[in-house]
T-cell receptor
């Protein structure tokens, strides 16, 4: 089975430009997560969806960030306008919750490496 | 503020020895716990999960959970150079809230 697919893998953009990151979750998974990873802050949860509905976006740093999930197989994370401090690796992850053990094992995509100059 | 704490390391362990990685969490209601391994430049990959107090073994890896003391640990037996990576502890805080919170990770270096 294909894993979580993210694009682009690498992006370099100028400050002020719009950035759109894309994600295709594992087929059949009902949760989708967007994380951001930096050396200073580690892996931070930005937002997550359940059955395409945003559940918790409290990690989204500010209004410049937005995320959508129009259907079960596609999600976007948009930054407009981008700033140098947004430079990070953005991971998309998906999961199928297992109520038997109250667990939520998530699987990561390869990440989108964003550099804003 | 729900937190997951790990020593950033680096933790240096001789090849063949046991590596011990620790993690504490702040929310006493946390339900399930995960260990992920992340090689430099790669995405995190799941090693194992645990949700009951005690030990859980999978090959050279053993996860230990103590909910009363709010810590979870990972032991790696017969450490190999290929185990050199950053190990991330993750916590599913409580039933009904399905988000997973990660610690910042511990860098492990296995000395040949």
């Amino acid at each position: 089975d294909a894993g979580v697919i993210q694009s682009p893998r690498h992006e370099v953009t100028e400050m002020g430009q719009e950035v759109t990151l894309r994600c295709k979750p594992i087929s059949g998974h009902d949760y989708l997560f967007w994380y951001r990873q930096t050396m200073m802050r580690g892996l931070e949860l930005l937002i997550y969806f359940n059955n395409n509905v945003p559940i918790d976006d409290s990690g989204m740093p500010e209004d410049r960030f937005s995320a959508k999930m129009p259907n079960a197989s596609f999600s976007t994370l948009k930054i407009q306008p981008s700033e140098p401090r947004d430079s990070a690796v953005y991971f998309c992850a998906s999961s199928l919750i297992n109520r038997a053990y109250s667990g939520n094992t998530i699987y990561f995509g390869e990440g989108s490496w964003l550099t804003v100059v | 503020q729900k937190e997951v704490e790990q020593n950033s390391g680096p933790l240096s362990v001789p090849e063949g020895a046991i590596a011990s990685l620790n993690c504490t969490y702040s929310d006493r209601g946390s339900q399930s716990f995960f260990w992920y391994r992340q090689y430099s430049g790669k995405s995190p990959e799941l090693i194992m999960f645990i949700y009951s107090n005690g030990d859980k073994e999978d090959g050279r890896f053993t996860a230990q959970l103590n909910k009363a003391s709010q810590y979870v640990s990972l032991l790696i037996r017969d450490s190999q150079p290929s185990d050199s990576a950053t190990y991330l502890c993750a916590v599913n805080m409580f039933v009904g809230d399905d988000k997973i919170i990660f610690g910042k990770g511990t860098r492990l270096h296995i000395l040949p």
